[in-house]
């Protein structure tokens, strides 16, 4: 199936240390949505963005869509233990049934 | 956000029995649902997608008649695993959705282990 190319895969981080992670797609995306999960349950949506360009923050977190419209970012600043999980992206395709395609994920642990 | 209810959170049945999972938007209707699959340390890959009162629309390679899909009312979708292996042995995620570009509200999914 689809995926999005998401970056990096996996990190180790101090505590209070800013993070960065991506999703870059070859496909046109009418919304971005960032997901955080983690083990056995299902994902819960952090940020959702709907224009190209817009920086949406949440909290600590912060993400944008990409001007071309194939790609997002995610910051999380001052990392803290409870961040630890697995982060998505996922883009949804702009007609039809619009769709959402999911990035590979970025498993984020927090060394305290 | 809004709250997606999906049920049973675990179960575990023999061989080649039937298996339902429901996914229930609780506070929103939803007209389009998506069941995903998820295998251990993967991501998501979307199986199908349900509108209310049509057929689902499933992605390349994912059997229709193994995998049952009914979205008989917008509040609710079942997926059905038929004739169940070993090997459909997963993560089985639904998320639920307004028409359109909006947010999709994931269920805290299923866990199905086929002895």
């Known amino acids: 199936g689809q995926q999005l190319n998401q970056s990096p895969q996996s990190m180790f981080i101090q505590e209070g240390e800013d993070v960065s992670m991506n999703c870059t797609s070859s496909?046109?995306?009418?919304?971005w949505l960032w997901y955080k999960q983690e083990p056995g349950e299902g994902p819960v949506l952090l940020i959702a963005?709907?224009?190209?360009?817009e920086l949406t923050s949440n909290g600590r977190l912060t993400a944008q869509f990409g001007i071309t419209r194939k790609d997002s970012f995610l910051n999380i600043s001052a990392s803290i233990p409870s961040d630890v999980g697995i982060y998505f992206c996922a883009g949804q395709l702009t007609s039809g049934t619009y769709k959402y395609i999911f990035g590979t994920g970025t498993r984020l642990k927090v060394l305290a | 956000g809004a709250v997606v209810s999906q049920h049973p959170s675990r179960v575990i049945c023999k061989s080649g029995t039937s298996v339902k999972i429901e996914c229930r938007s609780l506070d929103f209707q939803a007209t389009t649902m998506f069941w995903y699959r998820q295998f251990p340390k993967q991501s998501l890959m979307l199986m199908a997608t349900?509108?209310?009162?049509?057929?689902?629309?499933?992605e390349q390679g994912v059997e229709k008649d193994k995998f049952l899909i009914n979205h008989a009312s917008l509040t609710l979708s079942t997926l059905t695993v038929t004739s169940a292996h070993p090997e459909d042995s997963s993560f089985y995620i639904c998320s639920a959705a307004l028409t359109g570009p909006t947010e999709a509200f994931f269920g805290q999914g299923t866990r199905l282990t086929v002895v």
């Open positions: 496909s046109i995306f009418n919304t």
């Open positions: 349900s509108n209310e009162g049509s057929k689902a629309t499933y």
């Open positions: 963005l709907y224009k190209a360009g």
